[in-house]
């Protein structure tokens, strides 16, 4: 038996298809992690690509035989791989914006960590917030969220059909960012307030004590605080960041039904 043959039109897909795996391989929450080798990042996005590749479906008269052709589509494709791993990437995201609003309330902006995801200096409650969403984030399955929603763009969005002048994507991930605050808000609030009510009370102490060293009788005691209260609320973010996930899979829907709707041919 000879080799089996290997028609130009498929070769193409398979292309667009690795290159809309790969992209959100690499951007990824877990799967792109910057502590993972470049190697073992390279043979998933691969791996993915060779079991999905078989089961896409996609229009060989769609498929390009010129170099600018081609170079369209894979703009398409990386644009499709970069909006999923970015909508659920903000999720994720949401525990280094909590962590920055603790941090202040906290008295501890100038106790640092180096982040290996992003390379920069970020609190240390955003890094210890963001340890525990990954943690929940795998608790929920989030992972499978991400390969399932990969699977589900190549039947919303295929192959040669992506839509690059949609504005409503935009808009959509926007909206993503703007439910990326509310979520931050939501986890920082019992911290907050807590500390907004110990504040004030120091301040009613430094007037009645003129001689009391506010400053450093305070900053223990908002350190304490703080981490008491975040140990008391950890038990309402899986409840969180389910919901987080729920309408992230949602406006996933949404925008993979934006993308896909370009009927043009290519040379």
Not at 54 to 73: E, I, K, Q
Not at 197 to 212: D, H, I, L, R
Not at 230 to 246: K, T, V, Y
Request: glycine residues 6%; aromatic residues 8%.
């Amino acid at each position: 038996m000879g080799a089996p043959v290997i028609e130009a039109n498929e070769f193409v897909a398979f292309v667009l298809v690795f290159l809309r795996v790969s992209i959100l391989v690499a951007m990824a929450p877990i799967l792109g992690s910057a502590n993972a080798l470049t190697e073992a990042k390279a043979a998933l996005a691969l791996t993915l690509a060779l079991v999905l590749a078989p089961t896409v479906g996609y229009r060989a008269d769609l498929m390009p035989m010129s170099v600018w052709g081609l170079a369209v589509l894979a703009v398409g494709e990386l644009i499709v791989g970069l909006v999923l791993a970015t909508m659920v990437r903000l999720v994720v995201e949401t525990a280094n914006l909590a962590g920055e609003y603790l941090s202040f309330q906290m008295s501890m902006t100038m106790v640092n960590l180096m982040d290996p995801q992003s390379g920069t200096q970020v609190p240390i409650v955003s890094r210890l917030l963001y340890i525990i969403f990954i943690l929940l984030f795998l608790f929920a399955n989030g992972h499978y969220l991400v390969i399932k929603a990969l699977a589900d763009s190549f039947k919303v969005a295929p192959v040669g059909l992506v839509a690059l002048d949609r504005p409503m994507t935009f808009t959509e991930l926007m909206l993503a960012a703007g439910r990326m605050y509310v979520l931050a808000v939501k986890i920082a609030a019992p911290v907050v307030g807590l500390l907004f009510c110990v504040k004030v009370s120091f301040g009613v102490v430094a007037k009645a004590v003129p001689q009391m060293q506010v400053l450093f009788v305070g900053m223990p005691l908002y350190i304490l605080a703080g981490l008491l209260v975040i140990g008391f609320s950890m038990s309402f973010w899986p409840r969180l960041l389910g919901q987080a996930l729920f309408e992230a899979q949602e406006a996933l829907s949404r925008v993979l039904a934006i993308l896909g709707q370009a009927p043009a041919s290519l040379p």
